[in-house]
Structure formats: C-alpha cells, structure tokens
C-alpha cells in the first residue's frame, strides 16, 4: 500500500501562510515556522484594535467636543445634559465634527443646551 504524504494540502496551506507575510521584514516572511508565528501575532493586534479603535475615536470626539464647549463657557458633561434636555439628539462623531468644521453651528447648540441648564449665556 502506497505511503500517503498529503503533499498537495500542506504545500497550500505553507503557500497561504506566506503569501499573507509578504512584506514582513527578514525570516517573518521567508521561515515557515518564523511567518507563523508573525501572522498569528498580527492577526491577534489586528482583532485587539478592531476594537481598540472604535474607543480611540470615542477618546478624541469627546476631546474636540470639550474643548470648543470650554470656549463657549461650558464643560463637557454640562454641555451633553443641557443638549439632552433640550431635546437634540446628536451623536459625539457630528458634534466634533460640527465643533471642527462649523463653529457657529456648535456655538448654536451651546446657547440651545444653556437655555436648556438655565445658563446666562452673556459669557
């Protein structure tokens, strides 16, 4: 009985593995066991900051928001509660981008959440 070697499979699996290190620098991209090793690194980074991302955003909207509602003469938590109050709904991606791009659409929603907390607004 002929000795089977699954030569064909395990050619293709070593190729793919490979193939996705291109670009690694040194033995990362040319040792099978070295590669291996890498991609199973990169790939556990690249799920870690998938998520790691989506807070860093988060991070530096509420940032951008805070230091134009400073501006104005509000802080953050306060400028949030009186928008709330007023009724806008408005997630923290535009307002820093409004904050940004348009600073007197911000400063509108900064008299809107004032009125709102029953702020003067003569600052």
């Keep these: 009985m002929p000795r089977v070697t699954y030569k064909v499979p395990s050619r293709r699996r070593r190729k ?14 040319k040792l099978y066991r070295t590669a291996v090793e890498s991609l199973h690194r990169a790939l ?12 860093d955003f988060r991070r530096l909207w509420i940032m951008r928001i805070n230091a134009a509602a ?10 949030l509660r009186g928008l709330k109050k ?3 709904k408005l997630n923290r991606k535009l ?5 940004v791009n348009d600073p007197p659409a911000f400063e509108r929603l900064t008299k809107l959440a004032k009125e709102a907390l029953g702020v003067e607004s003569g600052a």
Excluded: C, M, P, W
């Design 16 to 29: 793919k593995v490979l193939k996705a290190t291109r670009g690694y620098r040194g033995a990362r991209s």
């Design 44 to 55: 556990a980074y690249a799920y870690r900051d998938r998520k790691r991302r989506k807070r």
């Design 70 to 79: 400073r501006l104005s003469g509000l802080s953050y938590s306060r400028l």
């Design 86 to 88: 007023s009724g806008v």
């Design 95 to 99: 307002l820093a981008e409004l904050a």
